[in-house]
Nanobody, 125 residues
Framework: QVRVVESGGGLVQAGGSLRLSCVVS????????MGWFRRPPGKEREEVAA????????YYTPSVKGRFTISRDNAKNTAYLQMNLLKPEDTAIYYC??????????????????WGQGTQVTVSS
């Protein structure tokens, strides 16, 4: 059974930083592309970032590019989302997801097989 567990959310002031972590168990981590998605309050889920299985290629939605960095440590079965220069509009539940089908990474939620329970990020103005 594959398990995806996020951590690192919290309350931060605008302009601050947070780092989210995502630990995967039950499957060889290096066989999974990883992605981060978020659901702002009252809105639909949206893509944030994705990373290829080997970590070489990364992808970002335009609103976070230059502020967020996705990375992974295959030896630790962990993916990360470093979030800098946070804005109030970044407030959302952040979800980590694992994709066993797409080698190169995807910002399409439908490609992902396994999802975490989410971690709340709140950015105050």
């Amino acid at each position: 059974q594959v398990r995806v567990v996020e951590s690192g959310g919290g309350l931060v002031q605008a302009g601050g930083s947070l780092r989210l972590s995502c630990v995967v168990s039950g499957r060889t981590f290096g066989s999974l592309s990883m992605g981060w998605f978020r659901r702002p309050p009252g809105k639909e889920r949206e893509e944030v970032a994705a990373i290829r299985r080997d970590g070489v290629d990364t992808y970002y939605t335009p609103s976070v590019k230059g502020r967020f960095t996705i990375s992974r440590d295959n030896a630790k079965n962990t993916a990360y989302l470093q979030m800098n220069l946070l804005k109030p509009e970044d407030t959302a539940i952040y979800y980590c997801a694992a994709d066993s089908q797409t080698y190169g990474g995807s910002l399409y939620a439908g490609d992902y097989d396994y999802w975490g329970q989410g971690t709340q990020v709140t950015v105050s103005s």
